[in-house]
């Protein structure tokens, strides 16, 4: 089974980590929990340190420091009313899956995150590997009811994975 992500490895210890297998198993549990047929699909996904998530956040969103997770959506899925379903994208074709965009993971605060929380840090990238391609479908957090419909989400995806609720 080919890979969903087309994975860029900027910082080593995600090649230890082995974060090209573990995103791909959180992304499929992510489709087949949308009934998205994965095959339809591709995103990019880099795994990079806080160095340079950091100048990516700085770059994109105005704020220089690090951060676990950006992405880049290749279209505007949102939405038109807070609290309802994005857009799904449609999906492509045999060798011309539909470009969903990009997602950047932080080794670094990875980490440090999970061991703060006291989870594995496995659970943590799965659970940042969903929220990045929900990112992507068009899902976000801005207010609370969209906020409700994504970590709602998150908990059925990530329980496909036999994860706990990473909100409790």
């Known amino acids: ?17 082995g974060l090209a297998p573990r995103a791909d198993a959180a992304a499929r549990a992510a489709f ?8 339809g699909f591709a995103f990019c996904l880099m795994g990079c340190d806080d160095a340079r998530i950091a100048a990516l956040n700085a770059d ?8 676990n997770v950006l992405s880049w959506p290749s279209e505007d899925r949102a939405p038109d009313a807070p609290g309802a379903m994005p857009r799904m994208p449609v999906p492509g074709t045999g060798g011309d899956p539909g470009e969903l965009g990009d ?10 995150e999970a061991a703060e929380a006291g989870r594995p840090m496995e659970h943590h990238v799965a659970h ?17 009811a969209d906020a409700a419909v994504m970590e709602n989400l998150e908990r059925r995806i990530l329980a496909r994975l036999g994860i706990p609720d990473p909100y409790c």
């Open 1 to 17: 089974m080919e890979q969903l992500a087309d994975t860029v490895i900027e910082d080593p210890r995600w090649e230890g980590f």
């Open 128 to 144: 940042l590997t969903v929220h990045g391609l929900l990112h992507l479908l068009g899902f976000d957090h801005v207010d609370d």
């Open 103 to 112: 997602i950047a993971i932080a080794f670094d605060t990875c980490a440090r």
């Open 60 to 67: 994109f969103r105005g704020r220089p420091q690090p951060t």
């Open 32 to 39: 087949a929990e949308l009934g998205l047929d994965p095959a």
